[in-house]
Structure formats: structure tokens, C-alpha cells
């Protein structure tokens, strides 16, 4: 097993010897790859002090053999063998009689069917367990994280000459996403976002036939996958020379973007990063058209834990991967979003996105 997944459990182990708990039940496809590098679907964990199990059938189990070697891979035969009687058999043979389940990444009607099986066996539902240790990222996971953001800059860097009166949205998104795979991405950080005009207000505008034209804003916003860690950044420009409203508009978003970014060190409060940003956004004559998220974490999931909004309680902490992305969207006129990824350190943080911020493109 890597160095990392062994630290990874290590400390999950900790954390449910902490809880009186011997074993816990894995639901979510991330947590799971997390934990045991398993990269395909229909797939559960159970993490005992010793062991960890992977249940899947035979569509995926040669994966499973060759992706978690550290695991003992359990291939269920679906039509003689219920989910929760092949959890059961895992269960006795390991001697648990005390399981944490996910219960965040399972309905009712499947927990139920799951439960009716493990009767004697002391079920207590767990959230965000497994969640809260992905918050801070390993050196191996940061790695692929500038992997995938290094990919994205090229992409970007490629594409932008195709930036030109005429061309769609939905064109360029095409362009920019065959790009990031031709360069080595696993598919995409998640589907493109590319607005131009007025419909760069929407913050997340699904890319249509509206084509580009000379002084149209555009917002775009996309991301690459490396072994599954995923980046996101947003860059904003104008078709041609800004006007000084535009400028006005890029400008305060840009030092939004930077207020927040000299905020951030170990230690810091979320809620700090926040304020250092909306301080600025909200004394412009724009306030009434930004939002209170500032960012996230990114990494084998899109969106992650922390959320860095004004309620955000968390005390960042060294090795977050977050997004900071300010941004101002003015209805039936345009939008504007500045966003990069970086990587808290003990002192300050260091950038993983790199593509430049130049607003005015040539026409």
C-alpha cells in the first residue's frame, strides 16, 4: 500500500477507536477512493482496525483487484446475495459488533433493507467523517492537484486565440474541454461554463449558441482531473477595449480577489478570508450584485469542505486546497469572476493556478 492511503487510515483508525467504533461502513464512491484508491462505481467499503474490505461484482472486480491491493475484494453475486448479507458475512467473520455507516451517501429505503440484516450489531450513523480528513491534502494529492491546474492553464493558454467575434460559447467550450484531454485530463473538473455578454451574469450559464461580440464580457470557468483530484479556475475578459464601467468591474473584483488571498495563512478564520473580500465588494457601487461565497475546497470532489462564506466557523489549517473567487454579476449586463486555486501554508499560500489575468483580449 502507498505511504499516503496508510497514513490516510492510520488516522481514520484514530478517529473511530475515539468513538468506541470497530469498523465503518464507506457509501461514498470518494471517500472510498480516497481510502483505497478504487476509481470505479458500484462499489462499498468497510474500514475494520486491521482490514479494509471492498464489496463490488463482477462488472468491476478486476479493477478492484488491480487498483486496492491492499484490500480484500469481495465479489457479491447479486442474484443470490443481498448488499446487506454480504455485509453481514464481512461483519462476523471480522467479529464487529460496533459499525459507523454514512449515512449522508445512503437513502432510507436502502439503509433499510441493509439494516434488516445486521440485527445485533450496534449501527451508529456517521457525517462527514471521513470528509473532515480530506480537508487537509497529502503532498502526493497536492501534486495531482497542480497536475490538473497545469493542464488547465495550457488548455487556456491554447485556446484563447479562438476568442474571436463569431465564435459560440458552446464552440469554445468544446475547444478548451478537447484541449485539457488532449493534454492528459481524465475528462472534466465538471461541464464548462462559458458565458459571453449578458449571460456572463449567470454564474453558472451552461455554454449555448450565443456567439461572441466586440465588447461582450465572457466568464469562463473550468477544470481538469488528474487521478481523479480536479482543479477550478475562472478567468474573465472583455472582446476588445473596456469601457471604463468593465474596467471598474474588473478591477474591484481583482482586488477583492487579492484582499482575500494576503489574508490567508495557518490559522486563520474562514470567516476572516470573507470579510476581507466582501469589505471591498460591498463598499463599490456594485455591492448589490455580488454573493457571500468566496470559495471552497477542491480536490477528489469539485466542491469540498470548507466553505469560506460569512458563517464558515473553520480555522484554516496548512495543506487546504481552496478556491478564492470573487465575483460580481449584474443581470441582463454581464459578470465578472476572478478564481484561483491555492494551497494554505503555515505563512501565507502558494498558487496553483497560473494562467494570467489579463482582461482585454485582442480582436
Same mark, same amino acid.
Request: contains cysteine.
Given at each position: ?13 484514530? %478517529?473511530? /477507536? =475515539? ?5 465503518? +461502513?464507506?457509501? &461514498? #464512491?470518494?471517500? $472510498? *477512493? ?111 492537484? %497542480?497536475? /490538473? =491546474? ?5 488548455? +487556456?493558454?491554447? &485556446? #484563447?486565440?479562438? $476568442? *474571436? ?128 461565497? $468566496? ?69
Amino acid at each position: 500500500m502507498k505511504p499516503e492511503f496508510t497514513q490516510r487510515l492510520s488516522t481514520l483508525r484514530q %478517529r473511530m /477507536a =475515539a468513538d468506541e467504533q470497530q469498523a465503518l +461502513l464507506v457509501f &461514498s #464512491l470518494d471517500n $472510498l *477512493r480516497y481510502l483505497s484508491n478504487y476509481s470505479g462505481e458500484a462499489a462499498y467499503g468497510i474500514v475494520t482496525m486491521d482490514q479494509v474490505f471492498l464489496i463490488t461484482d463482477y462488472r468491476f472486480v478486476e479493477q478492484a483487484k488491480e487498483e486496492c491491493l491492499a484490500c480484500q475484494i469481495i465479489c457479491r453475486n447479486r442474484d443470490q446475495q443481498s448488499l446487506g448479507q454480504a455485509i453481514r458475512v464481512v461483519l462476523d467473520t471480522s467479529h464487529i459488533s460496533t459499525l459507523l455507516f454514512e449515512a449522508g451517501h445512503i437513502n432510507l429505503q436502502m439503509w433499510s433493507g441493509i439494516a434488516q440484516e445486521l440485527t445485533g450489531i450496534a449501527c451508529t450513523s456517521s457525517s462527514g467523517l471521513v470528509e473532515e480528513l480530506r480537508k487537509v491534502k497529502d503532498a502526493w494529492e497536492i501534486a495531482q492537484i %497542480r497536475k /490538473a =491546474a497545469a493542464i488547465a492553464d495550457q488548455a +487556456l493558454h491554447d &485556446s #484563447l486565440p479562438l $476568442l *474571436r467575434p463569431g465564435i459560440s460559447e458552446r464552440d469554445f467550450a468544446l475547444e478548451l474541454e478537447y484541449r485539457m484531454q488532449k493534454l492528459g485530463s481524465e475528462g472534466l473538473s465538471f461541464p464548462s461554463i462559458v458565458g459571453f455578454g449578458p449571460r456572463s451574469a449567470l454564474p453558472h450559464c451552461i455554454p449555448s449558441g450565443k456567439t461572441l461580440a466586440e465588447g461582450d464580457l465572457v466568464v469562463i470557468d473550468f477544470g481538469a482531473v488528474i487521478n481523479g483530484y480536479r482543479s477550478d479556475m475562472t478567468r474573465s475578459f472583455v472582446a476588445g477595449r473596456a469601457d471604463a464601467r468593465q474596467r471598474k468591474i474588473f478591477d474591484i473584483v481583482q482586488s477583492a480577489q487579492q484582499a482575500a488571498l494576503q489574508s490567508l495563512h495557518a490559522g486563520q478564520l474562514a470567516t476572516a478570508t470573507s470579510a476581507a473580500a466582501s469589505e471591498i465588494l460591498q463598499a463599490s457601487e456594485f455591492a448589490a450584485y455580488t454573493s457571500t461565497g $468566496l470559495g471552497h475546497g477542491v480536490g477528489i470532489q469539485l466542491h469540498e469542505q470548507p466553505f469560506i462564506s460569512p458563517v464558515c466557523q473553520d480555522r484554516l489549517q496548512a495543506s487546504y486546497v481552496l478556491t478564492i473567487e470573487p465575483g460580481i454579476y449584474i443581470p441582463g449586463y454581464g459578470g465578472v469572476r476572478i478564481e484561483d486555486d491555492v494551497v494554505i501554508l503555515d505563512d501565507g499560500y502558494s498558487f496553483i493556478t497560473h494562467a494570467p489575468k489579463v482582461f482585454e483580449l485582442p480582436i
